[in-house]
């Protein structure tokens, strides 16, 4: 099974950025790659979302601030996240359904194989 790593959070201010990358244990070519967050007391939800054709999706809480770009060579998904704000505090997973050239899902419950998540923290 794909093992998912993600990494790249932190503590940020309200308005700064963080770059954050999942890392495949194989390759991510074909497959469809989500992130999620999780914020303290709230259900898991879809950030944004990469195809094998490079077409992106976003939940409207991110877009115009959020940017998901795939490295194939590298095996890696990024989430580029900029003006953040307190709550976008929440831990961030990446996530595939792992079938092969699937289309995005938002839906947390479509998802295979799951990174064990990064803390992202926006406060002063």
């Known amino acids: 099974q794909l093992q998912l790593v993600e990494s790249g959070g932190g503590l940020v201010q309200p308005g700064g950025s963080l770059r954050l990358s999942c890392t495949a244990s194989?390759?991510?070519?074909?497959?469809?790659i989500g992130w999620f967050r999780q914020a303290p007391g709230k259900e898991r939800e879809g950030v944004s979302c990469i195809n094998t054709g490079r077409s992106t999706y976003y939940a409207d809480s991110v877009k115009g601030r959020f940017s998901i770009s795939r490295d194939n060579t590298k095996n890696t998904v990024y989430l580029q996240m900029n003006s953040l704000k307190p709550e976008d505090t929440a831990v961030y997973y990446c996530?595939?359904?792992?079938?092969?050239?699937?289309?995005?899902?938002?839906?947390?419950?479509?998802?295979?194989?799951w990174g064990k998540g990064t803390l992202v923290t926006v406060s002063s």
């Open positions: 194989g390759s991510l070519n074909y497959y469809a």
């Open positions: 996530a595939t359904e792992a079938r092969l050239f699937s289309v995005c899902k938002f839906s947390p419950d479509d998802m295979n194989s």
